[in-house]
T-cell receptor, first 115, second 117 residues
């Protein structure tokens, strides 16, 4: 069975550009969460989507947005990229909307470098 | 405030040594959940254990063991007879059940463990 898949694995963008990251959850999982992990730090929560609705949002600027599609896959969009957006972006899927009940399974991430 | 502190940034041991990774958490919730994840160089976070706030029993899984103490708000992780394959960054995380962060993982900064042969 496929785990959580993320694409692309690596990406280099220029300041001011826009980027779209993609995530496919484990089959049957209806919740997708996004985390940002800056080098040397723990992951920070960005968004959670469950059944195509936003369930939670972390302390990130409006340049960050996301959505979930009918097949439960998800996109994370970041506009007007800054150097500080360089990070590993992790996607996590969960069976239900309450991660504490079902646990989270993570993908290998997309490493974004902004130059 | 909801917070997880992993005071040890890096630990280096020689194979077969025992090692304990410390985790201290802060929350005002009476119900919460604690996790440990392992992050190898590939980047994927690998789930190790989940514990809820009402279950203070210590747990052992092979060479891994966890010591949960509510009195000191700690959830420490011990690897017995460490192996080179244990080298990774280990994260402790909290899921609160109230407030803006409810249902989502709050991670510590991680402890990088290097096990040398």
């Amino acid at each position: 069975d496929a785990g959580v898949t993320q694409s692309p694995t690596h990406l280099i963008k220029t300041r001011g550009q826009h980027v779209t990251l993609r995530c496919s959850p484990i089959s049957g999982h209806k919740s997708v969460s996004w985390y940002q992990q800056v080098l040397g730090q723990g992951p920070q929560f960005i968004f959670q989507y469950y059944e195509k609705e936003e369930r939670g949002r972390g302390n990130f600027p409006d340049r960050f947005s996301a959505r979930q599609f009918p097949n439960y896959s998800s996109e994370l969009n970041v506009n007007a990229l800054l150097l500080g957006d360089s990070a590993l972006y992790l996607c996590a899927s969960s069976l239900g909307g309450r991660g504490e009940n079902y646990g989270y399974t993570f993908g290998s991430g997309t490493r974004l470098t902004v130059v | 405030a909801q917070k997880v502190t992993q005071a040890q940034t890096e630990i280096s041991v020689v194979e077969k040594e025992d090692v304990t990774l410390d985790c201290v958490y802060e929350t005002r919730d009476t119900t919460y959940y604690l996790f440990w994840y392992k992050q190898p160089p590939s980047g994927e976070l690998v789930f190790l254990i989940r514990r809820n706030s009402f279950d203070e029993q210590n747990e052992i899984s092979g060479r891994y063991s966890w010591n949960f103490q509510k009195s000191t708000s700690s959830f420490n992780f011990t690897i017995t007879a460490s192996q080179v394959v244990d080298s990774a960054v280990y994260f402790c995380a909290l899921i609160p059940t109230r407030g803006g962060s409810q249902g989502n993982l709050i991670f510590g900064k991680g402890t990088k463990l290097s096990v040398k042969p």
